[in-house]
T-cell receptor, first 109, second 113 residues
């Protein structure tokens, strides 16, 4: 089945810093989502982005489907950005969503 | 408000007891999913249902059971056969456009003593 790898596994930032999180996938995908899991465990939808670029406030994402990767950009990070960021994909021809292992982000005040 | 409601949020049970976790959605979504998350890990698929009265095993279905009698509801039973039931359980539903976009409930944290 399709493999999803996220990097880095852990990231510590000073408040105000920018960061880039990466998601590589091993095969063609029908869709790709980025989620933020907050400290209480809830998964928040950030982007539904099978291809192209989207922006929402300080966050933006780019998926280059032909090269099988997606990037999540966080600018001017805040302590509330802390948590785990997951990339999840559905392979072409499939329907099950496969999650990466996540990037754990801690933003220091 | 439209959304996915899971209950209870926290649950403690003795070993050997069956436990049922509730998941209700009012988003009119056809497909619903149950995931398990262990500490520091990603999400693993337990069961999924694409339509009422039909469901399929995911990657780690052993020791779990589900039903889908209503479109809005997809309860998960953690049976005594599940060897390591202590975990965080997340329910999701899929957007009606069938794009695969998932929306999650707040989760249920089960601790077996």
């Amino acid at each position: 089945g399709i493999q999803v790898e996220q990097s880095p596994p852990d990231l510590i930032l000073q408040e105000g810093a920018n960061s880039t999180l990466r998601c590589n996938f091993s095969d063609s995908v029908n869709n790709l989502q980025w989620f933020h899991q907050n400290p209480w465990g809830q998964l928040i939808n950030l982007f539904y982005i099978p291809s192209g670029t989207k922006q929402n406030g300080r966050l933006s994402a780019t998926t280059v489907a032909t090269e099988r990767y997606s990037l999540l950009y966080i600018s001017s990070s805040q302590t509330t950005d802390s948590g785990v960021y997951f990339c999840a994909v559905v392979g072409a021809g499939g329907f099950k969503t496969i999650f990466g292992a996540g990037t754990r982000l801690f933003v220091k005040a | 408000d439209g959304g996915i409601t899971q209950s209870p949020k926290y649950l403690f049970r003795k070993e050997g007891q069956n436990v049922t976790l509730s998941c209700e959605q009012n988003l009119n979504h056809d497909a619903m999913y149950w995931y398990r998350q262990d500490p520091g890990q990603g999400l693993r698929l337990i069961y999924y249902s694409q339509i009422v009265n039909d469901f399929q095993k995911g990657d780690i279905a052993e020791g779990y059971s589900v039903s889908r009698e209503k479109k809005e509801s997809f309860p998960l039973t953690v049976t005594s056969a599940q060897k390591n039931p202590t975990a965080f359980y997340l329910c999701a539903s899929e957007g009606t456009s069938n794009t695969g976009e998932l929306f999650f409930g707040e989760g249920s944290r089960l601790t077996v003593l």
